[in-house]
């Protein structure tokens, strides 16, 4: 079984301020995906990650994707309120082919 | 993206009834995934739905309690059997498109009494 440890399980942060969150897992991924999710909607997509070492940016939003596809980092910098939400990361390929590993979650909250 | 519609959005459904949450994809798509959640936690796969075939059902899952149909590749249902107020949660379908990745409906909250 295919496990993606997500941390930090919960953040909060005060507006203006950066940070990361991780995604690591003992399993070779084909692709990583990044969602936020707001409460009462499904996840939303911002971003899928395919080649080893690979780097991605979304206006303030880094994602990168470790050398050996086993792990994925989200950084978002000078955090807005709006950026408040749960970010998930979601693993695909490998053993499970065709399904989305997930990580736990991460609850971000941005104070104004 | 696709866009996938699931409904209804919330139900609140008596204990020993069943529930049965249908997701329409706007375009054929060969997985169709069936997903449940607690609030603020991440998500737990109950079944991958594949057209003509039955459903895959993931550990600790079972096709009585989750009865789930496939008609056609852009359809979907997941119905859930005998509630109980465990039963209690969010359920979210999926789809893999490719060049898409994997999109979601926007979720059915459940609330058993």
């Known amino acids: 079984t295919q496990l993606l440890e997500q941390s930090p399980q919960f953040l909060s942060i005060q507006e203006g301020e950066n940070l990361t969150v991780y995604c690591n897992s003992s399993s070779v991924f084909s692709s990583l995906q990044w969602y936020r999710q707001e409460p009462g909607e499904g996840p939303v997509l911002l971003v899928t990650v395919v080649t080893g070492g690979e780097v991605k940016k979304l206006k303030r939003l880094t994602f990168q994707f470790g050398d050996a596809r086993k792990d994925s980092s989200l950084h978002i910098t000078a955090a807005q309120p709006g950026d408040t939400g749960l970010y998930l990361c979601g693993g695909a390929g490998g053993t499970s082919y065709g399904k989305l590993t997930f990580g736990q979650g991460t609850i971000l909250t941005v104070h104004p | 993206s696709a866009v996938i519609s699931q409904k209804p959005s919330r139900d609140i459904c008596q204990r020993g009834t069943s529930l049965t949450i249908q997701c329409q994809v706007d375009s054929q798509v060969t997985m169709m995934f069936w997903y449940r959640q607690q609030p603020g936690q991440s998500l737990t796969l109950i079944a991958t739905a594949n057209q003509g075939s039955e459903a895959t059902y993931e550990s600790g899952f079972v096709i009585d309690k989750f009865p789930i149909s496939r008609p056609n590749l852009t359809f979907s249902t997941l119905t859930v059997s005998n509630m109980s107020p465990e039963d209690s949660s969010i359920y979210l379908c999926?789809?893999?498109?490719?060049?898409?990745?994997?999109?979601f409906g926007s979720g059915t909250r459940l609330t058993v009494v």
């Open positions: 999926s789809a893999e498109r490719a060049n898409y990745g994997y999109t």
